[in-house]
């Protein structure tokens, strides 16, 4: 595997389950991050994690669980989501989170629809 | 606060033709990072370019050139003799020094390049 995979690539959920996205890179990169892309709000960042360390929470609803166990895996726990929360959700990569000048590597995201 | 606006929804040309997506920042920082990355299709963002606030020598890659007017604060990409491939959405995003986990995205520009 290489970049930055994501896992599923497809989900579909009812508003009383409990499911987990996946994110892993393997660029040997310290810093990881969670979009959300819908059609109304193109790219919203969500969650930031730096050497394992959560340093950015955008303000999301506590439905939305991060979870960063070591700098190459990147978990998003839902529960109890709502039909509005249906869209792309992105993980990217980067160095590390210094000076602002690191670009950021993409996964191709999971799809999901929230019934 | 930082700001990107890329008001061009949507583009469509005709293939070989040159096309010019723009953006326009706001920032209070002195120090910052200008991106472009591209959203084909399969959903991957994939990032294109990255310029700091100190360096506004134009730069070209191919047929990919992008105009850095601190000015104006534009950071703009010209795609030269256009091709189906770069169908894609294509995202600026800004990173101020001072906050460097959270980079703005703009709403993105959909180009959309016809046989």
């Known amino acids: 595997e290489t970049g930055v995979t994501q896992t599923p690539r497809h989900l579909v959920m009812g508003m009383t389950n409990k499911k987990s996205l996946k994110c892993e890179q393997h660029?040997?990169?310290?810093?990881m991050y969670w979009y959300k892309q819908s059609a109304k709000k193109p790219l919203e960042l969500m969650f930031v994690?730096?050497?394992?360390?959560?340093?950015e929470n955008n303000s999301v609803p506590s439905r939305f669980s991060p979870e960063c166990p070591n700098s190459s895996h990147l978990f998003l726990h839902l529960h109890t989501l709502q039909p509005e929360d249906s869209a792309l959700y992105l993980c990217?990569?980067?160095?590390?989170?210094?000076?602002?000048?690191?670009?950021?590597?993409f996964g191709p995201g999971t799809r999901l629809t929230v019934l | 606060a930082q700001k990107v606006t890329q008001a061009q929804t949507e583009i469509s040309v005709v293939e070989k033709e040159d096309v010019t997506l723009d953006c326009v920042y706001e920032?209070?920082?002195?120090?910052?990072?200008l991106f472009w990355y591209k959203q084909p299709p399969s959903g991957e963002l994939v990032f294109l370019i990255r310029?700091?606030?100190?360096?506004?020598q134009n730069e070209i890659s191919g047929r990919y050139s992008w105009n850095f007017q601190k000015s104006t604060s534009s950071f703009n990409f010209t795609i030269t003799a256009s091709q189906v491939v770069d169908s894609a959405v294509y995202f600026c995003?800004?990173?101020?020094?001072?906050?460097?986990?959270?980079?703005?995205f703009g709403d993105g520009t959909t180009l959309t390049v016809k046989p």
């Open positions: 995003a800004l990173s101020e020094n001072t906050n460097a986990g959270k980079s703005t």
């Open positions: 920032t209070r920082d002195t120090t910052y990072y």
């Open positions: 660029l040997g990169h310290n810093a």
């Open positions: 994690y730096n050497f394992k360390e959560q340093t």
């Open positions: 310029r700091n606030s100190f360096d506004e």
């Open positions: 990217a990569s980067s160095q590390e989170v210094g000076t602002g000048g690191n670009e950021q590597f």
